[in-house]
């Protein structure tokens, strides 16, 4: 689902012809490389305009790899927000808002090729990063420490969709038909998109047990909280929650049992019924 929602964004992206033919840029341009690097460990290579002596940053494209939303408010006000972050650009004019704050970013935005372009220094700020490096040859720009404002995380199986909202660590489970939420709490600690991953996995046991797997893994240590839950009939029967597991941890057994592994122990869930049959220590 998560990937899905990106997929479709970037795709409005590249296709939308804004409305805002009044500020097209008839000067001379050309694209440059931008070399972009995060503070989550990733790099992109993308390509970037320079104008008039300015090297731009495409507002839209670079506020979704930072796992922002866009939309535009009016015909000459350009938003990237969630939860975490908020920016607003207005076409025409330098000045803009940063999480309510008023930043000059030196030169007005760029509509070029169906694309809205800010000055790149501006843009690497507003995402906690900065310009480190621009080869007068090239004009090739290098931006580090630019922050992943990533606010939730999705999963879906069978109907339902499954939501982890960093600022609380709870799992919603939302029903796609009737809209119907329940919440399940899980008090994931420590989100930070920037030095953890999230994952959401599904399984089914062979008596149609749905398992559904959590995993929130310190990129540093590589080690990772487990968070698992049974579901019979779409109703929860088990759930347990593991602290610091290293390696791959299997909880499905050959014999089809469940493995529900907690901070002291081992439960060993019969397939079907949801049953503990034994417990064991960790």
Not at 95 to 107: C, F, H, L, P, R
Not at 194 to 204: C, E, P, S, Y
């Amino acid at each position: 689902m998560k990937h899905l929602k990106k997929v479709v964004v970037v795709a409005l992206v590249m296709s939308v012809l804004l409305p805002l033919g009044a500020q097209k840029s008839e000067a001379a341009s050309k694209y440059v490389d931008l070399e972009i690097q995060w503070a989550d460990g990733r790099i992109n290579h993308v390509e970037t305009l320079h104008k008039d002596g300015v090297t731009y940053g495409s507002f839209f494209s670079l506020g979704i790899k930072a796992g922002l939303e866009w939309e535009m408010e009016d015909d000459n006000t350009a938003v990237l927000k969630n939860s975490e972050k908020h920016i607003v650009v207005h076409m025409g004019s330098s000045i803009a808002e940063v999480d309510g704050q008023k930043v000059d970013m030196g030169s007005k935005p760029v509509r070029y090729i169906s694309h809205l372009y800010v000055p790149i220094k501006f843009l690497a700020s507003a995402f906690d990063g900065e310009v480190a490096h621009q080869d007068p040859k090239t004009n090739k720009v290098t931006v580090t420490g630019v922050s992943n404002y990533t606010d939730t995380f999705y999963g879906s199986n069978m109907g339902y969709i499954y939501v982890i909202h960093v600022a609380k660590g709870d799992l919603e489970i939302t029903n796609a038909s009737t809209g119907q939420k329940s919440l399940i709490p899980l008090g994931i600690k420590d989100m930070n998109v920037n030095t953890h991953d999230l994952k959401i996995n599904f399984k089914r046991s062979a008596q149609n047990l749905l398992i559904v797997i959590i995993e929130h893994t310190n990129r540093k240590t590589e080690d990772y909280d487990l968070y698992t839950l049974v579901f019979k009939n779409k109703g929860l029967v088990r759930k347990s929650i593991a602290h610091g597991i290293t390696g791959q941890y299997e909880i499905l057994n050959e014999d089809s049992n469940i493995q529900l592994i907690d901070d002291n122990s081992i439960r060993i869930i019969e397939d079907g019924s949801g049953k503990v049959l034994e417990v064991l220590p960790r």
